[in-house]
Every structure is written in C-alpha cells, then in structure tokens.
C-alpha cells in the first residue's frame, strides 16, 4: 500500500495535519486533529493498562523534558549521540551518511548525452554501470566527508543566553527513569525486578526526516526500564537474559493484540557490530510499513551501564540491596521502548482496507475497538422528523457518558455509515421511523434502533433500555456474532 494514501485520508479526515501547515509546514513535527487525538490518547491508554495497571511489578513515572545537562553527559548522549551527515555542495541538501544507499539517485548519463535518468537505490546506471558519487538529489554537486552532527536540541534555561545555561531537550525518556531510580525505589518499596514506565515526549534534530510522522523531529515514546537482578539466575540462565526473552514475547504479543497482523511483524536481532555502546542485546520488532521494514520498537538489554554513569557522575549510589545475599548490586535494564507515534502510524497502516460493496468501494479503518477514535455514531433516519432528530441526540448524550459517541445528520444514511467506515467508528446506531412511528397515523414505535457493525455490516434492531448492556458487550469482551444472535436481524 501508498504511504499518500494514509497521508491523504489523515489529513482529509482529521487525524493527522503538518505543523504550521498555513506557514509551508515545519519539517517533520505533525499535529494531530480531533480523531488523531483520540487514536492516539487510546494507544497510550492500552499501553499504560497493559504494561502498568495490569502489572504488580510496574510504576510509572512522569518527568520533566528539561533536565540537568549533566545527565546528558554522564548518559553518552553529548560524546555519542550523533548521525554522521554529508552535505551537497551545490544544493546544500544534508544527507545522513550512514542511509545514501538507501535512496534512489539521479544521474546525468555520460553515455547518453547527459540525459538525465532516475536510478534505483544502490543500483548501478543501466547506460555507463557508474555508481553514484554525487548529490543522489541534484544528481551535480560534490558530498563533503561526513561529519558527526548531535541530534540533541539544544536551549538556554533562564533570562541570559551562555554556555553556563545550557540545556537540552530530551532525545529519550528512558535517563528521567535512570536519575529517579533511587526515589522511586524507595518511595514505592520496590524489590527486584521490577520497572518504571513512562510516556513522554522526546527530540531529534533527525537529518533526513521523512516518511510521514515516522521520523519526526518531536515524537512521544512509551518507555520501560525493567531493573533486574544480575545475580539471579532463570532456568540455569542469567535473570537478565531470560527476562529479555520475556519482554520481547510480550510486546511482539502486545501489537498483534490491538489488531496488527502477524504477517506483518518481525523481530530482528541487532548484530554486533550495530549494538549501542551500552547494549549487551538488542533485538527490534519491525513493521512492515508503506516503505518497507522498519523499526516500530527496540528492546534493549543495557545491562548496568546507565546506573553506573549516573553513580559516578552525580556521586549518588544507585544500588538496590539484596536482602538474600545481604549485597548491594547494581541492577541490570531491560528497556523496551515503543514510539507512540510509530504505533499510531502501523495501527493505521494495517486497519486499512478498500471493498467492493455491491457494485461501490468501501474504505474501512478495521481498528481495534479500543483503539478507534470514535465508538458510536448516532444517525437519524430522517432529519426532518423532529422527534427522530430528539431521540438521536438524547442517545448520544445518554451513551457520551460511557463511550465517545457523536452525532451525524449531515448527509443520508448510506454515506453516513461510510464516513464511519472510513474513520474505524465500530458501531453506528440508527434512529429510524419504526423506532419512534406515526403519530398522524396512530402508529406507536417499536422502542428498537438499528445498531450496525462496521465489519460485517450486519444489522439488528436493538431495545433502547438495552443499549447500555449491549455496548458494554461489543466494546468490553463480547464479539458482535454472540451478541447479535440474541436479536433480531435487519436489513432496512
Ligand atoms: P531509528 O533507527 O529509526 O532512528 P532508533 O533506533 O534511533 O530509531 P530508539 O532510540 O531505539 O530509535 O528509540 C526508540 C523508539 O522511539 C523507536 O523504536 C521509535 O518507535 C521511536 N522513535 C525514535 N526516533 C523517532 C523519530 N525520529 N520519530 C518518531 N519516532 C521515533
């Protein structure tokens, strides 16, 4: 499938705009609209129930963007945390060294009077077999030798700009976890293992940002870091290695529970020479995303180097006290860390679906229930029946107050149920002549609306007083066929 098409039913639809897009855009920093808003708070929801409430080894954490440049230091990030970059010398475009081959390039062919020709990414010209040394971009200007460039945001803190207040906005949130180890451990009264999670906002002056919201310059990770005892053992194997394994089974598991397909997910293990300083294994699931595989999530086993960089430079133990072996031990990490907005990105990607439907096609967002923006839409029949219209709205203000549910009269019923479609709303209700009948013709209602499931497109005529019942059902545990089969079907 087209990354543009996602692109296009976002934008057209309200999840997710350019930033200042009224001023040319900000390059790679994205806002999300009212349905982007909502996917988004429910991917973060799902996150935080799963991997903390429904967890007794779990906590979270909540800490500030700005910390002391100190931690920065002592973490790697100011000596390491670097692209190396190449600029054009003609255009002044900036590359990434390290993704060059990855990008198709354009070339002025010797062999064929200069003609200007588009090649594949890390193929030869098919005219004179050169490869490319130039500008993949304006196929003419020479590449400077990489340099290093930090992709930390840099900024001052308080009223004078000098190096003494210099600070950084955050390009991870795993070090506010590592600097509060000591206080939640002893807050909390934590023994090992356990983890500290956070969702939080993180920064990248990323320099070929790109492919939608991606690689942004301003993303949100869901971040853990799982402390471990390195002293104890698993089935005959180091505690830390076996909960690794652990982890990734669970957040391998996590992404296929909220409806990716598994056809779509893999894992791929980091080889060694690819490792982070800090990381003793990597291993990261990747999606299958509209340019090929990428990483949606990394699980890091970064054994104690982070604790220890912060005990020596703050000169604070970061130890936890072995009761058993009455040692102090400096626990090892299991860090699985997920971008909240790579996660939007792949659950829309894979809910994605276009459908014949009798003759029309269908656009339909198959998104997990608790993950879809919207729960309910409430449609009148006919607008202008006014007590039609009533009902309508008193439902949605009677079901607003359990699940997000709108109300849409500004088109006729067909194309209401695919504007819902479009948008992954799981259910629509429909007020209709037979729920409220004819008082001209003496003609009481049947009290029943017609509640309809978007992925079957089946219809039954529900009671009103039964609503409640029946959507706490088919948004909690029920499935729509176990439920249905108790009314009945319609096709009106
Ligand atoms: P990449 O190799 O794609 O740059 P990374 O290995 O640098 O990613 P990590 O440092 O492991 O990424 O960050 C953990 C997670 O944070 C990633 O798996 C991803 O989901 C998210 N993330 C990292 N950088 C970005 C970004 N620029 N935009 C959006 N999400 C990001």
Redesign the pocket.
């Known amino acids: 499938m087209n990354m543009d098409v996602v692109v296009s039913l976002c934008k057209r639809r309200g999840f997710i705009f350019q930033s200042s897009e009224i001023y040319g855009g900000t390059g790679s920093c994205w806002d999300y609209g009212p349905l982007g808003v909502e996917l988004k708070n429910n991917v973060k929801r799902a996150w935080w129930r799963d991997n903390v409430h429904l967890r007794p080894d779990m906590v979270g954490l909540d800490a500030s963007i700005l910390m002391h440049p100190a931690v920065w230091k002592a973490s790697g990030h100011l000596d390491h945390f670097t692209d190396p970059m190449v600029d054009c010398k003609a255009c002044q475009r900036r590359f990434r060294d390290d993704t060059l081959e990855g990008l198709a390039w354009v070339h002025y062919c010797p062999a064929t009077k200069g003609n200007r020709f588009t090649v594949a990414a890390g193929e030869p010209c098919g005219h004179c077999g050169a490869r490319r040394t130039l500008c993949p971009e304006c196929g003419k200007g020479e590449l400077t030798p990489p340099r290093q460039f930090n992709l930390m945001f840099k900024t001052f803190m308080g009223p004078v700009e000098e190096d003494a207040a210099v600070a950084y906005l955050r390009p991870?949130t795993a070090q506010g976890i590592f600097v509060n180890f000591e206080n939640v451990l002893q807050a909390m009264r934590l023994k090992l293992p356990f983890g500290i999670a956070q969702i939080g906002k993180a920064f990248?002056n990323?320099i070929t940002?790109g492919n939608f919201?991606?690689?942004?310059r301003e993303?949100e990770?869901m971040e853990i870091e799982y402390f471990v005892n390195p002293q104890e053992t698993r089935d005959g194997r180091p505690a830390d290695e076996a909960i690794h394994e652990e982890w990734i089974a669970e957040r391998f598991a996590w992404y296929q529970r909220y409806g990716i397909r598994p056809d779509n997910l893999r894992l791929r293990e980091h080889a060694a020479d690819e490792l982070a300083h800090y990381a003793k294994r990597t291993a990261d699931i990747e999606y299958r995303f509209p340019m090929g595989w990428?990483?949606?999530?990394?699980i890091a086993n970064r054994t104690d180097f982070d604790l220890r960089q912060h005990a020596k430079a703050s000169g604070k133990a970061l130890t936890y006290f072995d009761e058993e072996r009455k040692t102090h031990v400096v626990p090892y990490v299991i860090e699985p860390?997920?971008?909240a907005?790579?996660s939007v990105l792949a659950f829309l990607v894979d809910a994605y679906r276009e459908e014949e439907v009798r003759g029309e096609k269908r656009v339909l967002l198959r998104l997990h229930r608790e993950l879809a923006p919207l729960k309910i839409a409430v449609l009148p029949l006919l607008k202008k029946r006014p007590e039609i219209v009533a009902l309508a709205q008193e439902l949605r203000t009677r079901l607003a107050r359990r699940w997000v549910t709108v109300y849409d009269d500004t088109a006729a019923i067909g194309r209401l149920y695919r504007r819902q479609d479009e948008v992954g709303t799981p259910y629509c209700l429909t007020v209709d002549v037979k729920t409220v009948g004819d008082q001209e013709k003496g003609e009481g209602g049947d009290g029943r609306v017609t509640v309809r499931d978007r992925d079957s497109m089946d219809q039954i005529r529900v009671p009103i007083a039964e609503l409640e019942t029946v959507f706490d059902r088919l948004l909690g545990e029920g499935d729509w066929a176990e439920v249905a089969a108790a009314y009945p079907r319609t096709t009106a």
């Open positions: 991870e990248r990323e940002p919201t991606f690689r942004s993303f990770q990428s990483e949606l999530e990394g860390s997920a971008g907005d790579r």
